[in-house]
């Protein structure tokens, strides 16, 4: 039995349905009626739709529960978990390499749910620059770059249409500072919190600070909508994690280094950490994210030898697959990946997570979630159960599921696992 229902949540898909307000055309959700078996859904046409409710200057509309989310119900005893796998998009901007919507469009063909980081000043046009405000530089300062105000437009239209397909939108939050002496590792929590409301501000306030009064509104509340993110440069963690909770956050994948176990809690929220996992060919281990693969091979140059490029596109691609193996036939413990929208080495990295993406999604028992519904999925789980999930390590087999996901059991000393194998770990 799947421990996500089978019952999609069809909810009104309201302001991107039907419009009922000027300057808002008729739309559908992309994904139409297509099921999501790998997220654990059933999608159905919406049964209905509901009068927009703009929100603030009418960048943001209250349109309902998100279309497409599964439901989450707990274990049944004894049973083995699902192999959850969350493929999230650091940045999460559309440019010329249009490889928002192409990741979009890959997610529909396996049946997939990403989480995608927003970066906030993505949605603000260079010229309004000055309106960010980052803690210890000055106005508009930013290490990675303000989009062309085309790009501006095409990364609001592919945020809309992600979430409509019931992907999550978390926050990468803004100028991607990694400066040792004055980045985001340095940052107070004060400092965070500026930092967080004007990401959330940027995307609230999109059509004032754009002049796109012709498009739809974003058809979500982000400061409602946002649970979790992942911190620029993987710094500042502990620093974020008590403003994070206070503005309601549930998760946070900013860890680097995590092991591939169960997840716990840090300071109330879910640690949703990089993990190291296999890299073929070096006796260590690598972050599952595409720059740690760059830094591996290339020493973080984007432009490595064109020669070599075939083969670092392989050895990224079985690193993938090697984590994902390592937790799909032994502990089954959720496996994370996260990258960027980028063209290092010639585009070989988009290649292998996108070989890879198809080939774990081919395989049965798998679910292709995002952050946000692994949370609840989570959080619908018996605590006890999740307890014993916690003492398997990487490549730990369990002699029997039932010493882990059996309440009764789960509640007694575990037997010692019968036949399994454990992966050490650098």
């Known amino acids: 039995m799947s421990t996500f229902s089978r019952r999609g949540v069809v909810a009104a898909v309201a302001a991107a349905t039907t419009a009922a307000v000027s300057g808002c055309g008729t739309r559908t959700a992309s994904n139409g009626s297509a099921p999501r078996r790998n997220s654990g859904v059933d999608a159905e046409k919406p049964k209905g739709a509901q009068p927009l409710r703009l929100i603030g200057d009418g960048s943001m509309a209250d349109t309902g529960p998100q279309p497409f989310q599964p439901a989450a119900e707990r274990m049944e005893p004894g049973q083995r978990p699902p192999q959850f796998v969350v493929f999230s998009w650091d940045g999460a901007g559309e440019d010329k390499k249009q490889l928002f919507s192409h990741f979009r469009a890959v997610a529909q063909e396996v049946k997939a749910t990403m989480s995608f980081f927003l970066s906030g000043i993505y949605v603000l046009p260079e010229g309004k620059k000055d309106l960010y405000l980052p803690p210890g530089h000055k106005p508009g300062a930013s290490d990675i770059g303000y989009l062309a105000d085309d790009h501006v437009k095409a990364t609001l239209e592919q945020v809309r249409l992600a979430w409509l397909e019931g992907h999550e939108i978390g926050t990468h939050f803004n100028g991607h500072f990694c400066s ?61 994690l008590p403003t994070a909770a206070a503005m309601g956050w549930k998760y946070d ?84 990946v996260g990258n960027h929208f980028e063209s290092w080495n010639g585009g070989i990295y988009m290649k292998s997570v996108e070989r890879a993406l198809r080939d774990i999604a081919a395989h049965p028992d798998v679910r292709l979630v995002s952050f946000r519904q692994l949370v609840q999925w989570l959080e619908a789980q018996d605590p006890v159960v999740l307890d014993r999930l916690r003492t398997l390590v990487p490549g730990q087999t369990p002699g029997d599921w039932r010493d882990y996901t059996d309440v009764p059991s789960a509640r007694r000393p575990a037997a010692q696992p019968q036949g399994g194998r454990v992966v050490a770990q650098t």
Not at 190 to 204: I, N, Y
Not at 258 to 282: A, E, R
């Open 180 to 240: 040792p002496t004055s980045g985001v590792g340095t940052w107070s929590p004060a400092q965070w919190r500026s930092e967080l409301e004007q990401a959330v501000g940027f995307v609230a306030n999109w059509k004032t600070n754009t002049g796109y009064h012709d498009m739809d509104p974003l058809p979500f509340d982000y400061a409602r909508e946002l649970i979790g993110g992942r911190t620029p440069c993987l710094l500042g963690q502990n620093q974020l």
């Open 253 to 336: 994948a900013s860890s680097p280094g995590g092991l591939q176990m169960w997840p716990s809690k840090k300071l109330g929220l879910w640690d949703f950490p990089l993990q190291s996992i296999p890299f073929p060919g070096h006796s260590f281990q690598v972050l599952s994210m595409d720059y740690n693969m760059l830094a591996n091979q290339t020493g973080g140059t984007p432009n490595g030898d064109p020669s070599m490029r075939p083969y670092w596109q392989q050895q990224s691609y079985l690193s993938y697959m090697a984590g994902f193996n390592r937790a799909y036939t032994t502990n089954r413990a959720p496996f994370f």
